[in-house]
T-cell receptor, first 113, second 114 residues
């Protein structure tokens, strides 16, 4: 069964460092998302991406964050200068159409020290 | 702003019992999703409810949607230990350019005791 894959599964970084989280969405999907979940809390929307551009972003997604689809298969989330409060599980998700089921990856746990 | 509220947030129940988790949302939407999350794991899609009156069942779980009341329920029948997990409902907010982001509730942590 096709699945969304994410790497790395866990990354530990120092505050102020740049981090790139990678995702390979399901191949025929057109809509891509990043969500995050701070430990024990609810899942929060970060950004949606369609047709090679950001469709919508939340207030969390400030200038330190960026997304890219560099090669037609990967979908990356970059945090330019990490802060302690960026520590969370980051989930990539994709779907075929905007009313379709949303499939989530296994997540990338980011720990900022 | 769309708000999604689940209750209860914590639920401890005995095996064999029935219970219902409620999900209320604040603005009109015709699409509601239920997910299961095991500790440290990803979100597993359980149900996609796409219209008023939709009812779906899978094993011991049954989900329903009442768009007029802005309410969805997740009913657990004869609970077993394997159902212990956190259950999230999520509602399509209706984004710009067809992004249709999901807004999640806080989750219901279910513990089923022998």
């Amino acid at each position: 069964e096709p699945e969304v894959t994410q790497t790395p599964s866990h990354q530990v970084t120092q505050m102020g460092q740049e981090v790139i989280l990678r995702c390979v969405p399901i191949s025929n999907h057109l809509y891509f998302y990043w969500y995050r979940q701070i430990l024990g809390q609810k899942v929060e929307f970060l950004v949606s991406f369609y047709n090679n551009e950001i469709s919508e972003k939340s207030e969390i997604f400030d200038d330190q964050f960026s997304v890219e689809r560099p090669d037609g298969s990967n979908f990356t989330l970059k945090i330019r200068s990490t802060k302690l409060e960026d520590s969370a599980m980051y989930f990539c998700a994709s779907r075929t159409g905007f009313t379709g089921e949303l499939f989530f990856g296994e997540g990338s746990r980011l720990t900022v020290l | 702003e769309l708000k999604v509220e689940q209750n209860p947030l914590f639920l401890s129940m005995q095996e064999g019992k029935n219970y219902t988790i409620y999900c209320n949302y604040s603005t009109t939407s015709d699409r509601l999703y239920w997910y299961r999350q095991d500790p440290g794991k990803s979100l597993e899609s359980l149900f996609v409810l796409l219209s008023n009156g939709a009812v779906k069942q899978e094993g011991r779980l049954m989900a329903s949607l009442d768009t007029k009341a802005r309410l969805s329920t997740l009913h657990i029948t004869a609970a077993v230990h394997d159902l212990s997990a956190t259950y999230f409902c999520a509602v399509d907010r209706g984004g710009q350019g067809g992004s249709e982001k999901l807004v999640f509730g806080k989750g219901t942590k279910l513990t089923v005791n022998p």
